[in-house]
């Protein structure tokens, strides 16, 4: 077949962003399979291809879209699945224009091709067809327990149930699926499909246990008194950072943890929800990553009339993934970068303290910021400038600047060690930890990273502990 | 889905509940919470514990119908069970190495500060008890609390039992004729808590008091339970999920946790209002 050789990528089809902006509907809804198969044939199938290496987890790109190209799907699936355990999260999810794709040839001279896109359609149509998953293991024996049924927790899970361990996954929360249920809203993620992703997984026999908070209702060493020969810990990065400013504590500053899990995962952003979260007025958003991103993009459809951005830096250094911006502004937020916040201001009555609107946020005290050196990341130093203070009337701030990893577990388990920020330290690349028998990957470890790094840590883990399993002395 | 084995109402607005959760029986202790469920669409709502039974493996929670999860929570029978119930979450209750203490409970918050009178007691210390109430009709354990105090007052707002005041009274007199103790634990309204803080600051007394805010997860995710201390000068955030739910009540800007706690004070309203109708309705 001849290569398809227009510069450009085959577009993602879009709801229009007026109409988005106030629904909670996947935003792009995926390729047509003629568009599928037009943009494969855009593809060079590269010898020694580049893209596989920007992969984190070395999925045969090229091999999977040749398939693509000849119309067979399954086969193109089961390309994918050797590498990766969700592909129809990744699809959607992974920041593929700094991974794969960058690495494309096609981007030379072009558009590279949308690997991203494809990856996402050979999912759905897989999803489609096929209702379960059925995958022939001989049990080996032995009994893994997987703490946190985030990306890095499910991906890892499944791969040691593919080798035939036993596998129970402990969640905190009520519902499994982590940072993909309370944190990626359901416009960029529709959780069906993270639910089929969790039934794939009990279809292979792992077994998930919810409202298990390991490091309080069970401790890690207790998982091994329980009988359990391995522990994995994917606990995630927890703990919500706020910038220490005055007025952090008034109603109407939430972090971002709190908002979207608000809205995600007790279902705010349904209308007859029991979740209280405050809506409408104007919003303010402090932070430039995806998460940033994801909240504005939910105050926006909680019905908000203005959406601001607040980020220190300039557009180039803006965390978030390109399209996340682009379809934030397309929606009508406002990004304020070089800018950062003082202070958040409260209403207080002076004549009525019983007023009902005190404590309530009115506004947020700014400073402009230019660009100084680079500093030891390589990023310019935002510096403030002198007198450039402004307020923005807002009637929400939400801190979406950062994470750090949660302490109940290093807490309670003795000869874990973790780093000075709070990462669980671990040698090499399957993640065993300081203690024998446990290992540990993705925001544990890393701090608040991406979804598909979370997946490759799960991955390594789950051949490190396979490797440990089979040394162990029966 | 954990079951409910018993189910007291202890007057027209507190209910007790034990409820079916192996786990959470086996670790938990005086002092720490839970976060409960009552059905798949429900709020999560964080209640501290108020007793355990390790070998029958329940847990018991005390609560006032004050919403619509609580007004919900209480309309379930013995038998039948709620969907979620994870814990124990927060840190237990610190009480090694007490002599003499006053444990000075509120409304609801009596049923969290029992399990630790009893528990010092138990350990040989010595128990005073001041528990306070709106009126005759809304005490509860007061039994209890007499087994598990070398010395009781009982105070109504209104004086239909005991004798009539807030709290603070007997602590005050106490305070005046010189009485001390090695700690002052209080719990109940923010309001009462407050008081008894400023109460008892002049004294010297350490004083501890138990914070229940509102939050999502209980486990540090949500950063929604923050509250601030003031600590040597320096202000601090905490987390009274993970911090907590136990603080120096001396650190805690008690304004700041009453304004936090009113967020949703519409919202609820509105929805426990709805959630009485409902409630009617089935009844009719």
Do not use: W
Request: with cysteine.
């Amino acid at each position: 077949m001849a290569v398809n050789m227009n510069p450009k990528a085959n577009p993602m089809p879009c709801q229009p962003p007026k109409k988005r902006a106030h629904n909670f509907n996947e935003v792009a809804s995926g390729y047509s399979e003629g568009t599928a198969k037009d943009e494969a044939l855009r593809c060079l199938n590269c010898k020694n291809p580049p893209c596989v290496e920007g992969c984190p987890v070395n999925i045969r790109i090229p091999d999977f879209i040749t398939q693509i190209r000849e119309g067979n799907y399954e086969s193109a699936y089961k390309i994918i699945s050797e590498s990766s355990s969700l592909p129809a999260i990744c699809g959607r999810v992974c920041p593929q224009e700094t991974q794969c794709e960058s690495k494309c040839i096609r981007g030379k001279k072009g558009e590279s091709v949308g690997i991203g896109r494809l990856e996402r359609f050979v999912a759905d149509v897989h999803n489609r067809n096929n209702p379960g998953s059925v995958y022939e293991t001989v049990a080996t024996g032995y009994t893994v327990a997987v703490v946190g049924s985030g990306p890095a927790g499910l991906t890892c899970a499944g791969d040691l149930a593919k080798m035939g361990h036993m596998v129970t996954v402990f969640e905190a929360l009520h519902t499994a699926g982590g940072v993909l249920v309370y944190g990626i809203p359901e416009f960029r993620l529709p959780k069906a499909i993270v639910r089929r992703e969790v039934e794939n997984l009990k279809a292979l026999g792992v077994e998930i246990q919810t409202n298990m908070v390991i490091g309080k209702t069970l401790t890690v060493d207790e998982l091994f008194e329980m009988g359990y020969d391995a522990v994995f810990i994917a606990s995630g990065a927890g703990l919500p950072n706020f910038m220490n400013i005055p007025g952090e504590s008034l109603n109407g500053v939430y972090s971002a943890n709190e908002y979207l899990t608000r809205s995600n995962l007790m279902k705010a952003y349904k209308k007859d929800s029991a979740t209280p979260l405050m809506r409408g007025g104007k919003v303010g958003v402090v932070g430039g990553g995806n998460v940033a991103m994801d909240a504005a993009r939910t105050a926006l459809r909680l019905g908000a009339e203005k959406v601001f951005i607040i980020y220190r830096r300039s557009r180039d250094e803006l965390p978030a993934r390109r399209e996340e911006v682009e379809h934030a502004e397309e929606e009508g937020i406002e990004l304020l970068t070089l800018c950062s916040p003082t202070a958040i201001i409260g209403y207080q009555n002076p004549d009525d303290r019983r007023d009902p609107k005190n404590g309530f946020v009115i506004g947020m005290d700014c400073i402009k910021m230019q660009l100084g050196e680079p500093d030891e990341r390589g990023r310019r130093r935002p510096i403030e400038i002198p007198d450039s203070h402004f307020r923005l009337d807002l009637d929400t701030v939400i801190m979406a600047i950062g994470t750090s990893p949660n302490p109940l577990i290093k807490n309670t388990t003795e000869g874990l060690d973790v780093n000075s920020r709070g990462g669980i330290i671990v040698e090499g690349e399957g993640g065993k930890t300081t203690k024998s028998g446990v290992f540990a990957g993705g925001d544990a470890v890393t701090g608040a990273a991406t979804v598909i790094s979370a997946m490759g840590a799960g991955k390594q883990a789950a051949k490190a502990i396979d490797e440990y399993l089979n040394s162990l002395d029966r | 889905m954990y079951k409910i084995t018993n189910k007291q109402e202890l007057n027209s607005a507190v209910t007790l509940m034990d409820i079916e959760a192996p786990f959470v029986a086996q670790k938990a202790q005086a002092g720490q919470f839970i976060i409960l469920r009552v059905d798949e669409e429900g709020e999560r709502i964080p209640l501290t514990v108020s007793g355990f039974d390790r070998e029958n493996g329940t847990v018991r929670v005390v609560f006032q119908r004050v919403g619509a999860t609580t007004e919900k929570l209480h309309s379930k029978k013995v038998g039948e069970t709620i969907s979620d119930f994870v814990g124990p979450l927060g840190r237990e209750t610190k009480l090694d190495g007490l002599k003499k203490v006053c444990i000075v409970g509120g409304g609801v918050g009596c049923a969290i500060a029992l399990p630790i009178a009893e528990k010092l007691t138990a350990m040989g210390c010595d128990v005073t008890s001041v528990i306070g109430f709106r009126s005759k009709e809304l005490l509860i354990f007061e039994e209890e609390f007499r087994k598990a105090s070398s010395r009781l007052f009982v105070m109504t707002d209104d004086g239909s039992y005991g004798r009539q005041g807030n709290v603070c009274v007997p602590l005050n007199e106490m305070f005046e004729q010189g009485e001390r103790f090695d700690e002052v634990i209080t719990i109940g309204p923010l309001v009462m808590m407050k008081f008894v803080v400023l109460a008892t600051k002049p004294t010297g007394i350490p004083c501890t008091v138990s914070m229940n805010p509102i939050m999502i997860d209980g486990t540090g995710m949500c950063g929604g339970c923050r509250l601030t201390l003031t600590r040597n000068g320096e202000r601090m955030t905490k987390f009274a999920c993970v911090d907590g739910p136990d603080f120096n009540g001396y650190e805690v800007d008690f304004d700041e946790v009453m304004a936090r706690s009113s967020i949703y004070r519409n919202f609820e309203r509105h929805a426990y209002e709805e959630a009485c109708n409902l409630f009617k309705k089935e009844v009719e």
